[in-house]
């Protein structure tokens, strides 16, 4: 891997399964990324522990993410795949961040207050320009929220800084954090002289929105309460095709993607991403057939797909020594570019040189 191509590093908390959402996502972004950069890719479960959790499935849910995104077509041979605690240097740069964050700019993260009200604390009916805002009772009960919740963002900047990326995918939901991240990126270089990059959004290429499969008006989530609505790239094939089978449609018979006709379009454009084959010709192929022969065909392309995904993932998830190895040169690779970053960081800051 040559040091002149620019970085790129992107991150994801080991939450369970990956949804085909995550998958489409995926596959279509690390095409381009994995030959125009030098990858970083992060599994990051000091971030994982802000919210209630258990250590065993904690542990177990890093190596299966590892192995799904490797089973997705993450190539190690092509990306430094690490896990964040296996780094140094994470926490050490967040702390220094963290000197310079005003805790306001964290209470008004969209995504803490979405969290802290999660937790069940009321949230005013009027909302601001950045989503929710707390009553006066709320605010109170804010306080108790754990520090790691509000300080999530610092983390991540710290993720980011500590390769000094030149870009991060983000999704939507990121977005607030990225900007956050680059205003202490350039606070910290206007305080102490240029150190960090300042990283810019990577802007995927709009690959599919896949949708909810029971109510198609909002995005497949992994949080959905309705189960049925989501694809998960590791469900049984059976499950994928009885989830299929039961989504649902709209109202009339004919099978066009068209904005009064949210269902149907969401099947469309899955079986679209999932066969390479575009929607008109999909179209006119399934002309006169019903819904019923639709999610057949939908069906039949998502298990086509994820089936050799699947066989993938479990020898993976059964070859410890072999996730071991990668995990070990990307820690490697990660820790190396870290390191240098810290150094500098550490000097700019004032800190002592360690007697070697
Ligand atoms: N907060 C991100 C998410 O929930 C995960 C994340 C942590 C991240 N550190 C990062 C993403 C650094 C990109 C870069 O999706």
Redesign the pocket.
Known sequence: MSDSKPVI?????PTGVLTIGNYLGAIKNWATMLDDYECFF?V?DL?AITVKYTPAELRKNTLSCVAQYIACGLDPERSNIFI?SHVIGHTELAWLLSCITPIGDLQRMT?FKEKAAKLGFKVADEEDANGLRFSHEGARAQASVNSGLLM??V???A??LLYN?DA????N??RQ??EL?RDLAQRFNHTYSDTFTIPEPFIPKAGARVMSLQSPDRKMSKSDENQNATLYILDDPKVLKKKIMSAVTDSGSEIVAREDKPGVSNLLQIYSAMSGREIAEIEDALQGKGYGDLKKEVADAVISVLEPVQARYHELIADKAYLESVLKSGAEAAQKRAYKVLGKVYRKAGFVERPR
């Open positions: 590093l992107t991150c994801a908390q992060g990051v971030h964040q995504q999530y963002p983390l991540m900047a993720d980011i990326a991060v995918p983000v999704g939901d990121q954090h990225l991240c």
